[in-house]
Protein backbone atom coordinates (compact mmCIF):
# COMPACT_ATOMS: atom_id res chain seq x y z
CA UNK A 1 0.00 0.00 0.00
CA UNK A 2 1.02 3.20 -0.84
CA UNK A 3 -0.51 6.91 1.14
CA UNK A 4 -0.37 9.35 -1.39
CA UNK A 5 0.03 13.69 -0.02
CA UNK A 6 -3.83 13.37 0.63
CA UNK A 7 -3.28 10.49 3.36
CA UNK A 8 -5.10 8.46 0.91
CA UNK A 9 -3.85 4.57 0.48
CA UNK A 10 -3.42 3.18 -2.63
CA UNK A 11 -2.31 -0.95 -4.03
CA UNK A 12 0.53 -0.68 -5.80
CA UNK A 13 2.14 -4.16 -5.78
CA UNK A 14 1.32 -7.34 -4.65
CA UNK A 15 0.48 -10.60 -5.76
CA UNK A 16 -0.51 -14.27 -4.72
CA UNK A 17 0.71 -16.98 -2.72
CA UNK A 18 0.79 -20.78 -3.61
CA UNK A 19 -1.99 -22.44 -1.57
CA UNK A 20 0.11 -24.98 0.73
CA UNK A 21 1.88 -22.41 2.73
CA UNK A 22 5.44 -22.39 1.47
CA UNK A 23 5.15 -18.25 0.66
CA UNK A 24 5.81 -19.56 -3.50
CA UNK A 25 4.91 -16.47 -4.97
CA UNK A 26 2.68 -17.77 -8.17
CA UNK A 27 0.73 -15.70 -10.54
CA UNK A 28 0.94 -12.13 -11.63
CA UNK A 29 2.61 -9.67 -9.64
CA UNK A 30 3.88 -6.02 -9.26
CA UNK A 31 7.04 -5.63 -7.25
CA UNK A 32 9.01 -2.60 -6.04
CA UNK A 33 12.07 -1.77 -6.34
CA UNK A 34 14.31 -1.98 -3.72
CA UNK A 35 15.08 1.70 -3.71
CA UNK A 36 11.68 2.71 -4.01
CA UNK A 37 10.33 5.55 -1.86
CA UNK A 38 8.36 8.81 -2.27
CA UNK A 39 10.86 12.71 -1.97
CA UNK A 40 11.19 14.44 -5.40
CA UNK A 41 14.08 12.57 -6.54
CA UNK A 42 12.80 8.97 -5.63
CA UNK A 43 13.30 5.67 -7.66
CA UNK A 44 9.69 4.86 -8.20
CA UNK A 45 10.33 1.91 -10.05
CA UNK A 46 7.65 -1.15 -10.25
CA UNK A 47 8.58 -4.56 -12.26
CA UNK A 48 5.63 -6.20 -13.37
CA UNK A 49 5.30 -10.32 -14.68
CA UNK A 50 4.61 -13.67 -13.57
CA UNK A 51 5.39 -16.34 -11.55
CA UNK A 52 4.77 -19.68 -12.69
CA UNK A 53 3.96 -22.52 -10.14
CA UNK A 54 6.96 -23.15 -9.64
CA UNK A 55 7.57 -20.10 -7.93
CA UNK A 56 10.11 -18.89 -11.14
CA UNK A 57 9.66 -16.20 -12.90
CA UNK A 58 8.85 -16.29 -16.55
CA UNK A 59 8.60 -14.54 -19.74
CA UNK A 60 8.56 -10.74 -19.83
CA UNK A 61 8.91 -8.21 -16.79
CA UNK A 62 8.33 -4.89 -17.99
CA UNK A 63 9.85 -2.02 -15.78
CA UNK A 64 7.55 0.96 -15.26
CA UNK A 65 8.54 4.40 -13.81
CA UNK A 66 5.32 6.27 -11.96
CA UNK A 67 3.07 3.40 -12.63
CA UNK A 68 2.57 5.58 -16.22
CA UNK A 69 6.29 5.26 -18.17
CA UNK A 70 6.65 1.80 -19.85
CA UNK A 71 10.82 1.63 -20.14
CA UNK A 72 11.43 -1.80 -20.23
CA UNK A 73 10.23 -5.39 -21.72
CA UNK A 74 12.47 -7.76 -20.57
CA UNK A 75 12.93 -11.44 -20.38
CA UNK A 76 14.05 -14.21 -18.18
CA UNK A 77 15.15 -17.58 -19.46
CA UNK A 78 13.62 -20.68 -18.08
CA UNK A 79 14.55 -24.24 -18.19
CA UNK A 80 11.13 -25.68 -17.61
CA UNK A 81 12.49 -29.59 -18.59
CA UNK A 82 14.95 -28.82 -15.05
CA UNK A 83 12.26 -26.94 -13.81
CA UNK A 84 14.42 -24.20 -12.16
CA UNK A 85 15.03 -20.09 -13.41
CA UNK A 86 18.15 -19.46 -15.31
CA UNK A 87 19.04 -15.78 -13.99
CA UNK A 88 20.77 -15.04 -17.31
CA UNK A 89 19.07 -12.56 -19.61
CA UNK A 90 19.28 -12.64 -23.68
CA UNK A 91 18.33 -10.28 -26.05
CA UNK A 92 17.28 -6.82 -26.05
CA UNK A 93 16.87 -5.24 -22.99
CA UNK A 94 16.42 -1.57 -21.81
CA UNK A 95 18.36 -1.05 -18.03
CA UNK A 96 17.56 1.50 -15.20
CA UNK A 97 21.32 3.48 -14.50
CA UNK A 98 22.08 3.14 -10.67
CA UNK A 99 21.17 6.30 -9.85
CA UNK A 100 18.26 6.13 -11.59
CA UNK A 101 14.93 8.57 -10.33
CA UNK A 102 12.73 11.18 -10.70
CA UNK A 103 15.80 14.09 -11.85
CA UNK A 104 18.35 11.51 -13.33
CA UNK A 105 16.11 9.18 -16.02
CA UNK A 106 19.40 6.82 -17.71
CA UNK A 107 18.83 3.93 -19.28
CA UNK A 108 21.44 1.51 -21.04
CA UNK A 109 19.74 0.24 -24.19
CA UNK A 110 21.20 -3.24 -25.72
CA UNK A 111 21.83 -6.72 -25.96
CA UNK A 112 22.66 -9.83 -24.02
CA UNK A 113 23.80 -12.87 -26.46
CA UNK A 114 22.72 -16.55 -25.51
CA UNK A 115 25.40 -16.40 -22.55
CA UNK A 116 23.71 -13.74 -21.21
CA UNK A 117 26.89 -11.16 -21.55
CA UNK A 118 26.27 -7.86 -23.08
CA UNK A 119 26.98 -8.17 -26.67
CA UNK A 120 27.66 -5.19 -29.59
CA UNK A 121 26.45 -1.65 -29.20
CA UNK A 122 24.73 -0.34 -25.87
CA UNK A 123 23.34 3.42 -26.34
CA UNK A 124 23.30 5.94 -22.87
CA UNK A 125 19.57 7.49 -23.34
CA UNK A 126 18.66 10.37 -20.90
CA UNK A 127 15.18 9.90 -20.73
CA UNK A 128 14.36 13.56 -19.95
CA UNK A 129 15.74 14.73 -22.98
CA UNK A 130 15.30 11.43 -25.00
CA UNK A 131 18.65 12.25 -26.16
CA UNK A 132 21.81 9.97 -26.42
CA UNK A 133 24.40 10.33 -23.64
CA UNK A 134 26.98 7.89 -25.10
CA UNK A 135 27.61 4.36 -26.31
CA UNK A 136 29.99 1.52 -25.05
CA UNK A 137 31.22 -1.48 -27.04
CA UNK A 138 30.60 -4.94 -25.78
CA UNK A 139 32.74 -8.05 -27.42
CA UNK A 140 33.27 -11.92 -26.76
Same mark, same amino acid.
Given at each position: ???? @??????????? =?????????????? !??? #????? @? #??? =???? /??????? +????? !???? #? /????????????? +?? !??????????????????? @??????? $???????????????????????????????????? $?
Amino acid at each position: MYCN @DEKEYKLIGGG =SYDQEGNQKKIGKW !VEL #DEGFN @D #DFA =SKQV /TYNGEYN +LNGMK !VERW #D /TLFNKKQRININK +LV !VDNMMKKEIKKKIGKWVEL @DKKFGEI $YKITLNGEYNMKGQKQGKWVIIYMNKNEIKGERNYH $Y
